[in-house]
Nanobody, 126 residues
Framework: QVQLVESGGGLVQAGDSLRLSCAAS????????LTWFRQVPGKEREFVGG????????DYGDSVKGRFTVSRDNAKNTVYLQMNSLKPEDTAVYYC???????????????????WGRGTQVTVSS
């Protein structure tokens, strides 16, 4: 059974940095593309950024390009989301998700992801 556990969220001020972690188990981690999404109440879950199974390619949503960085450590079965220059509009619950099937690319389409963590809250005050 795949388990994804996000951590690292919290309350920060605008301009601060935060690093989220997603620890994975029960899957072939080194063959799996992982992606971060975020959601605020009343809105659809939004693509943030992801990294391919081999770590060679990353893709980001337009609202976070240049500020957020996704990385992974296959030895620790963990994917990270480094968030810099945080803005109040980055406030959301952040989720990590596994792309269905091995060796897939990063996609912004939620339907292509089959396992999700419970999320971690990030709140950015102005």
């Amino acid at each position: 059974q795949v388990q994804l556990v996000e951590s690292g969220g919290g309350l920060v001020q605008a301009g601060d940095s935060l690093r989220l972690s997603c620890a994975a188990s029960g899957l072939a981690f080194s063959q799996t593309t992982l992606t971060w999404f975020r959601q605020v109440p009343g809105k659809e879950r939004e693509f943030v950024g992801g990294i391919t199974w081999d770590g060679l390619r990353t893709d980001y949503g337009d609202s976070v390009k240049g500020r957020f960085t996704v990385s992974r450590d296959n030895a620790k079965n963990t994917v990270y989301l480094q968030m810099n220059s945080l803005k109040p509009e980055d406030t959301a619950v952040y989720y990590c998700a596994t792309r269905r099937g091995p060796f897939g690319g990063v996609s912004l389409y939620r339907a292509l992801y089959d396992s999700w963590g419970r999320g971690t809250q990030v709140t950015v005050s102005s």
